[in-house]
């Protein structure tokens, strides 16, 4: 049974009011577990088994409620499996080196790295936990300034850059700590100078190229303007914009409140939300390939098919989604073939909230996270109190 309105809006207060105490988002610890009516989900068309033939594991961040998503097929089996952090945003997987990095974007920031667990440490307190899945773990983590208000995240040139949204930049986030900031609109300066006091553009994703210069960004306005994002009066509609990274001036306009920008053999794809689009930047314009149903965010793809997920509409931010059906919005990911526009499957928490980015690692890199939602806490504890990172084993 799909839940009422009323029971969906208890639970999004509830969730919109969780990790908010900084001493709660440091330690990562708000005294609770994920809330098993957000991991439940329907299948529709053949969402299993695109995932199972991809041979991936689907990272999904949904962060109002603070949670990070796996999903794979192992044996054969639908497999869902979570992570609880507070409010995750951008999600980047670093190929090269076989380990995922996630924004958690309440104040402070953090940015952590996980690593699978490859083997465990010979123990004569705790017997062996299986291993099973080779399951995701952090390993580090950095903090950051919350004034950053960092949204996606992408390696440019083999290192970690993320949107600094609350600074109108990008900003190089060095494995040590810290931040650079890299780039910016021409737009964001006055009199010369970044203004980095506030947030004005909602400079929110990255389409990562080989270097700065050749990548992308979206953000929602072109200018700074009296109207800021957040304002009940900020305007969205058509005013969107793709930013160039060698030129600093926008290479597309009219777009609607735009995120999850991505480099796909050489063409920028990226969902135009506020219409509930999916498409691709043909001679400076945005064509859609799929129009889906909810606030389209977060973007993967592999080989042909994108992943796309789309999100329910937050009803003090209706006006952000002027082309939506807003009663109707789903919290979902969607399996498209690039070439057809066709949804081939989809999957829909009906309790779900919101979806931030996408991204896969191959299956045999790691099936999950550690946490299921019929939890073993015998394993649990035995994986963490025990686990080696590939790095640690030479396993590569």
């Known amino acids: 049974m799909s839940p009422d309105a009323a029971e969906l809006d208890d639970l999004w207060q509830e969730d919109d009011r969780r990790w908010r105490d900084p001493a709660a988002a440091l330690s990562v610890w ?38 990070v998503i796996a999903l794979s097929v192992v044996g ?23 380990t995922v990095a996630i924004a958690s974007t309440r104040n402070p920031n953090q940015v952590f790295e996980l690593a699978p667990a490859a083997a465990a440490l010979d123990r004569r307190d705790m017997p062996a936990p299986p291993l099973d899945g080779r399951p995701l773990l952090p390993v580090r983590s950095t903090i950051h300034p919350g004034a950053l208000y960092i949204h996606d995240l992408a390696y440019v040139g083999g290192e970690l850059h993320a949107n600094s949204v609350g600074q109108n930049a990008v900003a190089r986030l060095p494995a040590s700590g810290g931040h650079e900031l890299v780039w910016w609109p021409r ?30 960004f979206t953000a929602s306005a072109e200018r700074i303007t009296a109207r800021r994002p957040g304002h009940r009066n900020f305007p969205v509609d058509r005013r969107g914009v793709l930013f160039s990274g060698s030129t600093r001036e926008p290479v597309v306009r009219g777009l ?33 390939v799929a129009r889906l149903p909810g606030w389209t965010r977060g973007l993967c793809f592999h080989r042909r098919i994108a992943f796309v997920g789309t999100s ?23 399996a498209v073939d690039t ?29 999950g996270l550690p946490f299921e939602r ?23």
Do not use: M
């Open 312 to 334: 329910r509409v937050i009803p003090r931010f209706r006006q952000y989604a002027p082309g939506l059906d807003v009663e109707r919005s789903r919290c979902a990911v969607h």
């Open 187 to 216: 737009s964001a300066e006055r009199r010369g100078r970044l203004v980095t006091s506030r947030n004005h553009l909602q400079l929110n994703s990255i389409a990562a190229g080989p270097t700065i210069e050749g990548s992308f």
């Open 30 to 67: 708000d005294g609770g577990a994920a809330d098993p009516r957000l991991l439940h989900a329907r299948a529709s068309g053949a969402w299993w088994d695109v995932l199972d033939q991809a041979r991936i594991t689907l990272l999904i961040t949904r962060e109002y409620e603070h949670l």
């Open 256 to 288: 609607t409140r735009p995120h999850s920008a991505r480099l796909l053999d050489g063409d920028v794809w990226l969902d135009d939300s506020g219409y509930g689009q999916f498409g691709i930047v043909t001679d400076g314009r945005f064509e859609s």
């Open 374 to 396: 019929l939890r073993r806490p015998v394993r649990e504890r035995g994986i963490f109190y025990t686990f080696l990172t590939p790095k640690e084993t030479n396993d590569r």
């Open 76 to 98: 054969g089996r639908p497999q869902t499996t979570y992570l609880p952090l507070p409010h995750p945003s951008g999600l980047a997987v670093d190929r090269a080196r076989r």
């Open 339 to 367: 070439r057809s526009g066709r949804v081939l499957g989809s999957l829909t928490w009906p309790t779900g909230n919101q979806i931030f980015a996408l991204d896969w690692l191959p299956r045999t890199w790691s099936a």
